[in-house]
């Protein structure tokens, strides 16, 4: 199966996720509050906690200095719902504590109503 | 078994109870104190909770919205039955948990009753893989021992708990409660509490209390080392949940070390201390650092002995282990021993077809 409609865009809002199929693979559907569509495997890389269970956040990011917080990329961090590892859904799904690791991702694209995931 | 091929003996899981599910276990005043006075368990971490959803895995949260390891049948349909356990051990989670609590002696006595009837009743009962751990309130030694030999004949308690935090259990005043667990073929499960891992102070951050735990469990396996308990009571076993097992090597080294210049200070210590351990003390994996079989392997091989280590996942907390996934690759004989044989071999009271 090359491309598929997992669900309407309305059934996501901005900031939220739903986990969906995309032949038979459990995927994960992520809208960011820019509105954006992303598709991911709906397992952790780790130790294979379902990602939908758990939530969309934002970070505090390498450039807080010690003592000094900085937070941002609100709604577009994925946390996992076991140990709570982190990956950043506008980059390619990769682990804040180790970009070299990511979760695999589909593309996807929007026609009318559709979300449609791709290879 | 659908996903494993062996059947899982799990040494940590943690079974939650909520104040009203043990009310009318309580004696009065204690039930009065709960119930119209609203005395909670104090806990006191002064951090941010570590995950999505507290201390717990998202996704073991009942539908419902009562918390996660407080309902058995989503614990079987989540765990047990998923996984395909052969046995689980109940070590008890957070607030109340009486074997953790600090302070009022006469209060955690009464709740130590309440919550050991109320595991029985609920878990112990009520599927045949679960088992059981004694409560009791260490801090108060007299009524610890009389709740060993209140519960502890139950044939499904296979061990009691100590929590690690403040007190440290070698010394002789509680000695009393090792010759308890000794005659009724219970084992002594130490997890731990909120230890103080920095000079007696919580660190900073969270990550850095989190890190330092083992330290907290090393402190503990000295203690009971040298005040003689292992050599005292040569039928109890420790074991020591949820700090993982890469400090192991080093402890033994360095307490053998240690010993081969100090005996004279703990002349009752017969045994080399890295004997004892291979012997009597054992380690549950989670939480496992991320090895590779090389290291792994490497470990094993330091300690001197495949039969320490006790497969646990913690579930149903957020730092959770899943059998397939937490440790590396292993050939089917240690596996055998690390995710089954090596519980059954160390608790008397687990069925073991092997011993006949």
Redesign the interface.
Known sequence: MKEQVVCKTSEIQPGEMMKSTFGKQNVLICRTPDGDFHAFMNQCI?????LD???MCGATTESSEPGDYQYCHQGEIL??????REFDIKNEGRMLANPDKKIPSFKVRVEDEDVIVYK | MPKHQIPIIDTDIHERVQYEDILDRLEEPFRHYIANCHWIQEKHMPYTQPSVAGVDRADAKLPDGRPAGSDLPFMQEQLLDDIGHEAGILTSALDPSPSSMHGWHEMAAALATAYNDWQIETWLDKDERIYGSVHIAAQERDAAVKEIERVGPHPKMVQVLLPIDDIMWGDPYYHPIFEAAEKHNLMIGMHHNEPPVYYGKWPRYFIEWHTLIPTAHMKQITNLMFNGVFEKFPNLGLIMIEAGFTFIPHLMWKMDQQYRDLRHEVPWLKRKPSDIMREQVRFTTQPAEELTKKEFMSLIEQMGSDEMLCFSTDYPHWDFDAPDRALPNMDPELKQKIFADNAKNFYPKLPNPKEG
């Open positions: 780790h130790q294979g906690a379902p269970k758990g939530m946390r996992c719902p076991w140990h709570g």
